[in-house]
């Protein structure tokens, strides 16, 4: 077995283990990462001695904060558990436990052409984007800062991993827009904030991420505002659904907003 080969079973075996120990908080930050071995040189030669996890912006610097200790351990020891046995030179268990190393690392990103200007584009950009404005204002009261990924703002894991299968599938969508319609010159009546806007084949519709189930009357009044002006596919789903469900989700909601194609 190659290597490389070998990281890439470590990692699928790393990712399950974790899920079917119900630490997805877990799962959820190295599902993402890269993987490569680490070598050490000694008066015997080189050896492996590291594995060194590669990183997304978002998980790496989640996992750097205090409060993520514990998870970084647990990352660790199960990692450690997994490889134990199938890493080249190292015989004994006891040795391995002691002394092999996981290192968490930021993963560098590609260099596009014309780079520079791309990043001055998006700073520009960033000064007048609304998206995420509503959700970022509820966090801002509780005095917490909203989630990004990919240049996005998010406000839940759930979220971010709905808005990753509908990268992987190709889907055109909108990441917590806002929606206005000037009807009584009150922002809190003319402003709703949505968690997607997905559209496909020219039909719209729009997946909500549910975390209150006392929310009834509130949802139903935010689905009705909206079907006023001819979005009929408004799909909710648990958060606890998308975030260990995301493909499940995503799939389900397509089939449905294809039933709504015009």
Aim: aromatic share 12%; hydrophobic share 35%; proline share 2%.
């Amino acid at each position: 077995m190659s290597n490389e080969e070998l990281l890439q079973r470590l990692h699928r075996t790393w990712v399950q283990a974790l899920i079917h120990d119900s630490r997805n908080d877990c799962a959820a930050i190295i599902v993402d990462a890269e993987l490569k071995f680490g070598y050490g040189h000694y008066d015997w030669g080189t050896q492996i001695d590291a594995i060194l996890v590669f990183l997304p912006f978002f998980s790496y610097n989640k996992l750097n904060e205090d409060e993520y200790d514990d998870i970084k351990k647990s990352l660790t020891n199960y990692f450690l558990a997994i490889a134990d046995g199938h890493i080249p030179d190292w015989d004994n268990s006891y040795w391995f436990s002691q002394n092999f190393q996981v290192n968490f690392r930021l993963k560098l990103l590609e260099i596009e052409e014309d780079w520079k200007n791309i990043i001055k584009n998006l700073i520009n950009q960033s000064k007048e984007l609304n998206q995420g404005l509503v959700t970022e204002k509820v966090f801002a009261r509780k005095g917490q800062d909203i989630l990004t990924y990919n240049e996005m703002k998010f406000g839940s894991q759930s979220e971010i991993r709905i808005a990753q299968e509908l990268e992987r599938k190709k889907v055109l969508f909108f990441p917590l827009p806002l929606a206005v319609r000037n009807e009584t010159g009150q922002c809190y009546k003319d402003h709703r904030e949505v968690d997607f806007l997905v559209c496909v084949d020219g039909a719209f519709g729009i997946l909500e991420v549910a975390y209150h189930p006392d929310r009834y009357e509130q949802d139903q009044e935010k689905d009705v505002w909206l079907k006023k002006s001819g979005i009929l596919c408004i799909q909710h789903y648990t958060a606890e659904k998308c975030y260990n469900q995301s493909s499940t989700v995503v799939d389900e909601f397509l089939s449905i907003l294809a039933r709504h194609k015009r």
